[in-house]
């Protein structure tokens, strides 16, 4: 069995790129956890992994705005079976401005793209959540 991991983190400042102690009002950490798994013809679980989001959320500078800091797709308790293989990819998508110029909220789309190989089967999915500034957590689907 093998497992290849990749994850990423993002932070969405103020334009002006503010000293921390300039930036207030900070919440969480925000944390969500999911979990996907694998399932062989024999209805047994071969593949198993638990991921979370976490993200601090809120924060403004010069009392406007609620930004993101650390946004990050980590994982936990990876289990892969004998003649299986797992490929997992965390990846950011491009920061979009939710709200107007002068009162900036941010968000992010983040994906967890997984596939499981063996000599005999190729699988693959993608779950996608959308994060903002906010606090607010959607799931794509």
């Known amino acids: 069995p093998s497992a290849h991991i990749v994850s990423n983190s993002v932070s969405a400042l103020p334009k002006e790129n503010p000293n921390w102690s300039q930036m207030?009002?900070?919440q969480g950490p925000l944390i969500k956890?999911?979990?996907?798994?694998?399932?062989n013809k024999m209805?047994?679980?071969?593949?198993s992994m638990d991921y979370k989001i976490m993200a601090y959320y809120g924060g403004k500078f010069q009392?406007?705005?609620?930004?993101?800091?650390?946004?990050?797709?980590?994982t936990d308790n990876v289990s892969v079976s004998w003649g299986y293989d797992l490929q997992a990819?965390?990846?950011?998508?491009?920061?979009?401005?939710?709200t107007?110029?002068?009162n900036p909220v941010p968000g992010c789309t983040l994906q967890m793209k997984w596939r499981?190989?063996?000599?005999?089967q190729h699988r693959e999915?993608?779950?996608?959540?959308?994060?903002k500034g906010d606090g607010t957590v959607a799931e794509l689907k």
């Open 24 to 26: 207030t009002d900070w």
């Open 33 to 39: 956890a999911y979990h996907m798994e694998a399932v």
């Open 43 to 47: 209805g047994i679980k071969v593949v």
């Open 63 to 74: 009392g406007k705005g609620q930004y993101l800091a650390n946004l990050t797709m980590i």
């Open 89 to 98: 990819t965390a990846e950011l998508m491009d920061l979009v401005n939710t």
């Open 100 to 102: 107007d110029e002068e």
């Open 116 to 120: 499981t190989d063996t000599l005999l």
């Open 125 to 131: 999915g993608t779950h996608s959540i959308f994060v």
